[in-house]
C-alpha cells in the first residue's frame, strides 16, 4: 500500500495536480469551460478533480457513496477558498430535473457491477450539448485489479496478479495476510472488469456516441505519483482490440448522447 491511500491530504493534492493538468484541458477541447458551466463528479471521493473546474469558476458537484469523503471534500474546498455542493448519495437518488454541461466519471466505472443501468441512467442527467468524460484503467494492465492498495508489499507490486483464475487469486491473496475485507474489495473489482471492447460495446447500447478517445501508455496521473512523463499508446496498438488492453494504463473517453429527433 503507498501512502497516498492513506494520507488523504496527499491524495486529494495530487488529484488537484493530475485534473488541473490533464483532465481538464481534456474537456476543454471540446467545450468551454468557466463561469456558469455545470459541472458534476459521480463518485468525486475527496473532491480533488473538482477543484480545478472550481477555479475556473465552474458550478461545481460532486456525490460520493462515502460520508467521510464527502466530508473531506467540504473541508478540502474551503481551505482551497473554493465553492462546491458535495453531498454523500447514490446517484440513482440525485433529483429529477437536474442537468449539467459535464459529468465526470473517473476510476469509478471499474468499480460498478451494471455499468448498462448506470450509463442509460445518468443519460437524464447530462444538458443537450453536454459531455460525459468517463476515465479507466484497461482491465488487463498490469494493475487493472488495483492490487496496489494491499498491504502486503510484494503483492501490491507484483503485475498482472489479478488475471489468476478467482480461486486462485483469493488463495494468494489469504496467503499474503491480507485480511478479508481487502480480498472481498478485490474479489468484487475483478468482478466487474472493465476492458475497452466491453465499454464501446456499452456504451453504443445505452445511447451514446464516441466522440473522442484517447488510451495512454503512461496514466497522465503517473506523473504526479512517480514522475513518470505521460505518453499515449501508439496508434496501431490502439487499434487491436483485446491486445491493447494490457498495454492501456488508462482510457480517456469523452461522450456525447445520441439525441432522437
Not at 40 to 45: K, P, T
Not at 172 to 177: D, E, N, R, T, W
Not at 189 to 208: H, M, N, P, R, V
Amino acid at each position: 500500500m503507498q501512502e497516498r491511500h492513506t494520507n488523504r491530504q496527499k491524495y486529494f493534492d495530487e488529484l488537484v495536480e493530475s485534473s488541473r493538468k490533464y483532465f481538464l484541458p481534456y474537456v476543454e477541447r471540446f467545450m468551454f469551460v468557466g463561469a456558469h458551466t455545470r459541472v458534476l463528479e459521480i463518485g468525486c471521493g475527496d473532491g480533488g478533480n473538482l477543484l480545478p473546474f472550481a477555479e475556473k469558476g465552474c458550478q461545481v458537484t460532486g456525490i460520493d457513496l462515502s460520508d467521510t469523503r464527502i466530508e473531506q471534500a467540504k473541508h478540502s474546498f474551503k481551505d482551497a477558498g473554493c465553492q462546491g455542493t458535495f453531498t454523500a448519495m447514490n446517484v440513482f437518488d440525485l433529483a429529477t430535473g437536474a442537468q449539467y454541461d459535464i459529468l465526470l466519471i473517473h476510476d469509478v466505472i471499474e468499480h460498478i457491477t451494471d455499468k448498462a443501468e448506470m450509463l442509460r441512467h445518468i443519460k437524464r442527467l447530462i444538458a443537450p450539448g453536454g459531455l460525459l468524460f468517463i476515465g479507466f484503467p484497461a482491465w488487463q494492465m498490469p494493475f487493472g485489479g488495483h492490487q496496489q492498495i494491499c498491504h502486503n508489499k510484494w503483492v501490491s507490486h507484483f503485475p498482472f496478479l489479478h488475471l489468476l483464475p478467482s480461486s486462485l487469486y483469493r488463495f494468494v491473496l489469504c496467503k499474503a495476510g491480507e485480511p478479508a475485507t481487502r480480498v472481498s474489495e478485490l474479489l468484487d473489482i475483478k468482478s466487474c472488469a472493465t476492458t475497452i471492447e466491453l465499454f464501446e460495446k456499452l456504451s453504443k447500447d445505452c445511447g451514446y456516441h464516441v466522440h473522442h478517445r484517447q488510451l495512454w501508455f503512461i496514466n497522465p496521473h503517473y506523473e504526479v505519483k512517480f514522475g513518470l512523463r505521460p505518453r499515449t499508446l501508439s496508434p496501431l496498438m490502439a487499434h487491436i482490440p483485446h491486445l491493447r488492453n494490457f498495454f492501456t494504463t488508462s482510457c480517456f473517453y469523452m461522450l456525447r448522447v445520441n439525441r432522437v429527433g
